[in-house]
């Protein structure tokens, strides 16, 4: 049966079994939003017989497959004009396909290369270099506070740090965007007559940014003064309106030059900059959406300069950190990665239980680096209790005093505990140039 999944691997084996493919001196797959593929050719000789290729496609991928194959030279001028947009438009690619005689997987022949078009999630899928809005010894350092799943003290742990940082005499800006679910404006008793998503959508439309009434001070706090917050903005009735409205389907990351990604990216990029030298912050937080969604894509992979990855112990938060990480170092590289692993919710405590849970997630969390970025290092690798290594998780247990409560002023001395202030210490840390805090 052909799935989605099998799609690409079983046109490359395909191909690589036509008698002429050593006749074809590039192979491109374009995948069109729906799922469908079409194949794009540069010939070296002449011969190459398109009609018998896309019938022999047709047969192995059925629905899958959109012929004709268009190539180089093609049929006529338009035929070639197209595929040669297309070539120049998809990017390289290694496909893996499964060998016919040893059934092992191996590496295909040929010059191939890939072009996908999506309706979203091009922040998570895309791969490139880095490009937040400015380089980060530029500063402001933006840092996004991200989890793979909601309820585990993401909000209540920048809300801390950002507390910090203000007794400290700095200024911090935080962006709540968590656009779907709102709540760091209200922890934090934010007052503002409009929010971030109002500044999305009067930017997409009018192109232009004006901060005027979308931030306010975190007034429950003795700093005030010193923590700036954009809310997501008023739930009333035009809040979905405006929310339905985003659009995140445009893409440019790789164009050369890079371009400003979609209208949603190219918006957000707009405010950071205002941001940046209006309210002039030491520091900016972006309270990122959980989950795969577009906007924690773009915080993570698109915006940032640092990350902050919480996490709880348990199989789909694994996963869901894993996939996380492995996205990261698709766009970033494993070399500009600068995230802290948090181990959100531990269970409190010394039994033997808890030391077990505790040494799971880090030995989790270790397999990740290890596969994905220390296994490419030149230089020594990291072991699993070395202690100063990106892999290792700040542990912050579990408080049922911070699951509800009247006001966050009350939770001061909960969070200032020590484990918010080693976490503290570290996004300071990983935030700086200074070229021995590098990780």
């Not at 109002?198 to 005030?224: F, Y």
């Not at 405010?271 to 906007?295: C, E, N, Q």
Request: aromatic residues 8%; contains cysteine; negative net charge.
């Amino acid at each position: 049966m052909v799935t989605f999944d099998n799609v690409l691997p079983t046109l490359v084996e395909v191909v690589e079994g036509l008698p002429d493919f050593p006749g074809l001196r590039t192979c491109a797959v374009v995948r069109d939003l729906h799922g469908k593929v079409r194949l794009v050719v540069e010939e070296s000789e002449a011969g190459f017989d398109k009609e018998e290729a896309a019938k022999s496609l047709q047969r192995a991928l059925h629905g899958y497959f959109e012929g004709p194959i268009w190539s180089i030279p093609g049929e006529g001028p338009d035929e070639a004009r197209l595929a040669r947009a297309l070539l120049e438009r998809a990017t390289e690619w290694t496909p893996e396909v499964r060998d016919v005689s040893t059934g092992a997987k191996r590496n295909a022949q040929g010059s191939w290369r890939k072009y996908e078009r999506r309706l979203s999630k091009s922040a998570w899928l895309d791969q490139g270099a880095p490009y937040p809005p400015w380089p980060i010894e530029n500063g402001p350092c933006i840092t996004a506070f991200y989890s793979f799943k909601g309820g585990i003290g993401r909000t209540t742990a920048l809300a801390s740090c950002a507390w910090q940082l203000a007794e400290e005499g700095k200024r911090v800006v935080i962006l709540d965007l968590d656009l779907e679910a709102p709540g760091i404006g209200t922890l934090l008793e934010v007052e503002s007559e409009r929010g971030l998503l109002d500044l999305l959508v009067d930017g997409i439309v009018t192109g232009t940014v004006d901060l005027e009434g979308a931030h306010a001070p975190a007034r429950v706090l003795d700093v005030a003064d010193r923590v700036i917050v954009l809310p997501a903005g008023r739930l009333n009735e035009n809040f979905l309106e405006k929310l339905a409205r985003l659009d995140f389907s445009s893409h440019g990351a790789h164009d050369k030059p890079p371009s400003d990604g979609s209208p949603v990216e190219k918006a957000l990029r707009a405010i950071l900059k205002a941001v940046k030298t209006k309210l002039r912050p030491d520091y900016i937080f972006l309270d990122a959406r959980s989950g795969i969604h577009d906007l924690s894509g773009l915080s993570l992979h698109r915006l940032a300069h640092t990350d902050v990855l919480l996490s709880r112990a348990g199989e789909q938060s694994y996963q869901g950190f894993a996939l996380t990480l492995r996205s990261l170092i698709r766009l970033k590289g494993a070399k500009n990665v600068r995230c802290t692993v948090v181990h959100s919710m531990a269970t409190p405590g010394d039994t033997p239980a808890v030391l077990e849970e505790r040494a799971e997630f880090r030995q989790r969390v270790y397999k990740v680096f290890e596969s994905e970025i220390y296994a490419n290092m030149a230089a020594q690798r990291p072991l699993l209790d070395t202690v100063d290594a990106p892999h290792q998780p700040y542990v912050i247990p579990f408080n049922s005093e911070l699951l509800r409560f009247a006001s966050i002023k009350s939770q001061r001395s909960n969070l200032m505990r020590d484990e918010y202030k080693f976490l503290h210490q570290r996004i300071i840390a990983v935030a700086s140039t200074d070229p021995g805090d590098d990780e």
